[in-house]
Every structure is written in C-alpha cells, then in structure tokens.
DNA sequence: TGATCTCCGATCAATAAGGTCGGACTAAGA
DNA sequence: TCTTAGTCCGACCTTATTGATCGGAGATCA
C-alpha cells in the first residue's frame, strides 16, 4: 500500500547514482550509461532504459547519444525535487481518483462523497513532503523533515 | 501515482458514514448495513461488504448479524486512525519494497542500494501523517495538519 | 566511411486489483 | 417452536496496471 513503483524506485536510484558520480567528480560532464548503473544495482538493462528515456524527456536527465555516450543531469541536483522525478514516472500523483478531475469525467460517489475534502488535505501534505526533498537532500543522508499535527497527538496503534 | 485503492476509498466512505450516524444520532447502538452505505455512495454492494468484512475481522467495527443487523464501529471515533483503516485494508503500508523484510528475504538492490535510508525517512514522515488523522478528524473539516522542512524550502515546480 | 555503441518506440507476459457469485448463519415474526 | 427473510461470510472469475522484453533508428568515434 501506498507502495513506490518498481520503475520509480529504479529512477531514484539512477539518479541518484548520477548525481553522486557528477559531485564525486566535481566535473558536470562526465556522462553515465545505462548498463553501468544496470550493473551496479542489478536492475533489468532494458528496464532501466525505459525509465532513463522518460526521464530525459521530462527534461530531468540530458542524453548524449553514440560511443561513450550516457545521461548527464539536466539541473543541479538541489533544484530536482523527488515530486517531479515521480511525476516523471508516474504521471501526476495524487492520493484520490478525483485529485484531477477534469470537466466531464468525476467518480459515481462525487455527489454525496464525503471523504474528498479531507483526503485532499492529506494529499497536499504528503505532496509538500516529496516537493520539499530534493535530490540534494537524498545524497547526504541527513535527517530533513519534521511534522507536526494540531490534532490527535499520541495515538497508540 | 501513490492512490489509494478503490477498497481503500470505500472503507473510508463507509466507516465515515458510520461514524456520522452514530454521532449524529448520539446512539452508539444504531446498527448500518452494508445496503444502506451501498445505496448512498454508489459502491457495488458485494465488493463493500468485502471491505467491511475485513474491517470487522481487523476489529474496527462489530457485526451483527441477522435481520436488523449490520455494522457498529468498534471503538470511538477519535480512537480510529488512518492509518489503521488502511492496514487493515491493505495489509502494512510501505513506500519502499524493503521496508518490511522478514529475514532471508531482501532486495537485489539492497547491497548497494542508495536510496533505502532517505525513503525509509519519507515513509516515516507519512506514516506519522496518516497516524495523527483520526476518523473523528475527517468528520468535522477543519485544518488538520501542517508540515515543516528544514532545507529546500520554496522549490518551483 | 565503416562499424560499434547508444538511445528509442512498440510489443508481450505476470501480477494485483476490481468485481461477482453462491453458501452459511442469525434473529425476528407467526 | 418453526418458518422465513435478511444478513454476513468465503471462494471464484474477469479486467486493468505494472514489469519486462525485443528489434530498429540515430549518432559518434576510429
């Protein structure tokens, strides 16, 4: 439940790998294929190349084709957030069905639903959480987020 | 990306409407059967009882069975969180595949994995989210929750 | 200019979710 | 007490999404 993708797992992975291999080097140039990452990770060659393609389509990654070519970050790693790199993936994201309604379309329960505005909140949280964390951040290690509630303090599972 | 599933959506429709009925009638031992939630969102009867099947066998709610029977919520409704709606719908909810491994078992990534410590952070982070909202939260519609970061404030998307 | 290495788009299989059906039980009413 | 109607309960099937794969097009270096 509420589980990551296989491929969004797969494409933190490999930018994270890329961006660590930028700043470890110090030279935003060195550019990095896919079978060196499928191969450091063990995740399927051919897989991983899908997600790298979307990824440079979404303007995160930059492709340099033939010989010694590979994927070089597009931006700095602080200005990559991990919301746009899942919404690369993924598509929008959003808690509910009805999160992106467009006119026309709205779920059968829309009329008497009465879980939609506080679902919507939830969303927003958990969207600043994953807007607020950039890769940057992931590269590190260090502690990054805190929540707190209004309500409900406490609440032993 | 991270929806919630249609069970999800329903169980959370239904232990609401529960809750409302109960409080708003201020008797805890007005029974609802599963028709009545059924008819009022639109959800396909047999599937619902589904989820409310699970929910009574995760001891959210009683059952009663028989005619006039049908479900009472198991605890107040300030006592039932988000959180346990979901696991109890979904089983335990992780962002990330290794989150719950038994031993023996783990990731082909994991040796060398990058990304396993910042996400078992997220995953904290909404865990803690869905954890302070309480069923009785969801009813009223106030401001519930806020959130804080201690880096990358104010990214664009 | 040739060959090799890379990225790229379309196609197929596996898994999980969504939805459905019939049976067993309980409790109320005659 | 017996009947009967209404409820919960468990197993099954269908559909959609994800995971994985294959062959082709483009570009660069020798």
Redesign the interface.
């Known amino acids: 439940?509420?589980?990551?993708?296989?491929k969004?797992?797969y494409a933190?992975?490999a930018l994270?790998?890329i961006a660590?291999v930028q700043v470890g080097d110090g030279a935003p140039g060195r550019v990095v294929n896919t079978k060196e990452i499928a191969e450091?990770?063990?995740?399927p060659l051919e897989l991983l190349a899908k997600v790298l393609q979307t990824l440079a389509k979404n303007a995160l990654i930059e492709s340099h084709n033939g010989p010694k070519g590979g994927y070089v970050l597009a931006r700095r790693a602080?200005?990559i957030?991990?919301?746009?790199i899942?919404?690369s993936?993924?598509?929008?994201?959003?808690?509910?069905?009805c999160s992106h309604e467009k006119d026309g379309e709205f779920c059968?329960?829309r009329e008497?639903?009465?879980?939609r505005?506080?679902?919507l909140?939830?969303q927003d949280?958990?969207y600043?959480?994953?807007?607020?964390?950039?890769l940057?951040?992931?590269m590190g290690?260090t502690?990054?987020?805190?929540?707190?509630?209004?309500?409900?303090?406490g609440?032993e599972?």
Chains 1, 2 share one sequence.
């Open positions: 439940m509420l589980k990551f993708s296989k969004a797992d933190l992975m994270q790998h660590a450091e990770y063990n995740i602080r200005q957030t991990i919301a746009q899942l919404e993936i993924e598509g929008p994201l959003g808690i509910t069905d059968m329960q008497h639903c009465n879980i505005t506080p679902l909140k939830v949280s958990v600043q959480l994953l807007n607020n964390m950039t940057q951040d992931m290690g502690p990054l987020i805190m929540i707190q509630s209004s309500t409900a303090q609440v599972r």
